[in-house]
């Protein structure tokens, strides 16, 4: 079985995403600005979500990046999502 890192990035080669929430530190040789990177290889304006416990940490520059601060409630990432997901056209909920 594939290592979750290497699923994910095989999802992104196969898949089409409203948008991407990754942590920062993975286990492994990929972490998240990785996965994002080739995720975006595909589609550059995906709206990527950056879940970390270190701060202070800044996005790279792109389209609709964001940092989520660990801990952090689920109804701040549905917020986030849904946010980015509406200045990407996705009907809301």
């Known amino acids: ?12 080669k196969r898949h089409v995403a409203d948008v991407l929430v990754t942590d920062v530190r993975l286990p492994g040789n990929v972490d998240g600005w990785q996965i994002a990177e080739r995720c975006r290889e595909s589609d550059p304006a995906l709206p990527v979500i950056y879940a970390t416990g270190y701060s202070p940490v800044a996005p790279p520059p792109g ?23 509406e200045q990407r056209g996705m009907p809301p909920n």
């Open 1 to 12: 079985m594939e290592p979750p890192r290497e699923q994910a990035l095989d999802w992104c």
């Open 63 to 85: 389209p609709g990046n964001r940092i989520l601060n660990k801990p952090y409630h689920p109804d701040e990432v549905i917020r986030m999502v849904r946010e980015l997901g």
